[in-house]
């Protein structure tokens, strides 16, 4: 028998037939040499693998509160184990269904109008040809990103005051009546959507236009050849290439709907409006810190983490069947 066909031979009995899938000897060496060679770059590693170690996975340990009855003064360890009772407590209270339903529609209108606004405004300010008009309109809608919510909530509170608000001063003066924007039930969301809009969307249009970029300009003058207006182009080209990108932000989005922006709630919203305004990221910390009441809270606080881990992975799974992509 020539070699050649003996090394095609299946691997007998005495032959380990998973030897090829296990870990080589070499990988060892392989790994050590690359460490050798580029140590500079792992050591710089270190500083972000300890940041996960110690502020990420370290705190993970407080998740035992949550089924326990936690006693600051007897400690974490001495607090007696009560199971599932903070959970059974969770989902069978009134104001957390409340709270609860205020989450879901608030992310769901924040999604409905603003997920799309970043294409658009990426899509229409890569049409512009002048360098420096393109420039001045990224700077002006990119910079409401940098300004805390606590500015944005006071400059949108001097806009909308009763009391001398720009905006009521306008309905006043086309004869209508002043409207209390913060302290209207009915359209307190309304507050909230189109102050996220004004400042996050202008910095989420640099992830569409960084991936316009990316699509073959050929494909454009194609187009034009057979004679495809802008508006074939944009939604036979320039969608397609961006649906990518599109799925990865939209998947990113599922995880973070039980949040719903609890910093731009926490310094916009007052009693009046808790009915409609209250979600899971302010109730934490109106009930935990407010109340002291940290089991509930933390249980709250896992119910969440765990409700966004499986809309991400649902969201994930869903598009690597139906559109062949996803995040992994």
């Known amino acids: 028998m020539s070699l050649q066909a003996a090394s095609r ?57 949550a089924f326990k009855d936690f006693n600051i003064f007897d400690g974490m360890a001495a607090s007696p184990w009560v199971g599932f009772k903070h959970f059974e407590k969770l989902f069978t209270s009134e104001s957390f269904l409340q709270v609860f339903r205020n989450t879901l529609l608030i992310s769901v209108y924040k999604i409905v109008f603003l997920f799309p606004l970043p294409i658009i405004v990426a899509i229409l300010m890569n049409e512009l040809k002048n360098m420096i008009f393109k420039r001045t309109i990224q700077t002006i809608v990119y910079l409401p990103h940098f300004l805390s919510w606590v500015i944005v909530s006071g400059l949108f509170i001097d806009l909308l005051s009763v009391n001398g608000g720009m905006v009521n001063k306008w309905i006043v003066a086309l004869g209508g009546e002043p409207v209390k924007f913060f302290l209207d039930s009915d359209v307190f969301r309304s507050v909230l959507v189109a102050s996220a809009g004004w400042k996050e969307v202008g910095w989420s249009t640099i992830v569409y236009l960084a991936a316009l970029t990316g699509i073959d300009p050929q494909l454009y003058e194609a187009a034009k050849m057979d004679g495809a207006g802008k508006w074939k182009q944009t939604l036979h080209i320039t969608l397609p290439g961006l649906v990518p990108i599109i799925m990865l932000m939209f998947i990113l989005r599922l995880g973070s709907v039980l949040e719903a922006g609890t910093e731009q709630v926490l310094v916009m919203y007052n009693p009046s409006v808790y009915n409609v305004a209250d979600i899971i990221g302010t109730y934490v910390y109106r009930i935990g810190l407010g109340e002291q009441d940290y089991s509930f809270s933390t249980a709250v606080g896992l119910f969440e983490s765990v409700i966004a881990f499986i809309l991400i992975i649902s969201g994930n799974y869903l598009s690597r069947k139906y559109l062949k992509r996803g995040i992994w």
Do not use: N
């Open 9 to 65: 031979q299946e691997p007998g009995p005495g032959l380990d037939a998973g030897a090829g899938a296990g870990p080589k000897p070499g990988r060892t060496k392989r790994l050590a040499s690359d460490i050798r060679k580029d140590w500079d770059l792992y050591l710089a590693l270190l500083p972000g693998i300890a940041f996960l170690l110690l502020f990420k996975y370290t705190p993970m340990y407080g998740i035992v509160i």
